[in-house]
Each structure stands twice: as C-alpha cells, then as structure tokens.
C-alpha cells in the first residue's frame, strides 16, 4: 500500500444517498446507476460517487492515522505498539509505523489545542 499522503485542497464530494436495504441485496443495484440510461448523466453521477468515495477514502485514512499515533503515544498508560496496531489494523508492522507518524504529523499540524 503507498504512503499516506495528505493533499492540500480539499474535494467536495457528492452526497452519498441512502441505499434501502433491499436494493443492497440486489447485486446489480449501486447507488441507482442502473437507473440511468442517458450515458451523459450516467457518467457525471459515477464521476461524482468516485470522487465522493476518493475524499471519504482519503478522510478516513487520516482518521485511522490519527488513532494509531493516540494509541501509540507514549504518554498513555495503556499505549499500544506498532505490531499491536498492526494486528488490530490487519496493518504490517512496518505500515503501522507509517500510519503513526503520519498521524503525528496530522497532530501537530491541528496545534496544541487538539493534541
């Protein structure tokens, strides 16, 4: 997996709609794209969700970052190490490292008053 990196501007990603449980059943139901028969609109509302699931993807790395640097941080009494947080992860160690300094960067980025 590449190194996580943090982009400066941020995407405004589609609203993700509501997906009833029956039609997530339906293997060919995604979003209501199967709806769509004009090719134009087809493709903006899929470039939309790809670009949604890009920024909820790279949001949700920086939070996953963020909880491996707090867990590993050695002023917690019940701190973690990078192979525990690897394993809860289902991270390699060498990984886990990365993700935690990548996660104390995103802490000193954010100021004092967050960390």
Do not use: N
Not at 90 to 113: C, H, N, V
């Amino acid at each position: 997996m590449a190194e996580p990196e943090r982009t400066e501007r941020r995407l405004r990603p589609a609203p993700l709609l509501f997906e009833p449980s029956e039609a997530v059943t339906d293997p060919e139901h995604f979003f209501d794209l199967e709806s769509i028969d004009d090719p134009r609109e087809l493709l903006t509302r899929a470039t939309e969700l790809t670009l949604a699931f890009r920024a909820a993807q790279e949001r949700a790395v920086e939070f996953q970052a963020l909880a491996a640097a707090q867990l590993a941080d050695p002023r917690r009494f019940d701190r973690l190490s990078p192979a525990a947080i690897a394993a809860r992860a289902e991270w390699t160690e060498d990984y886990a490292r990365k993700m935690i300094e990548f996660g104390e960067s995103l802490q000193r980025e954010s100021g004092p008053e967050q960390a």
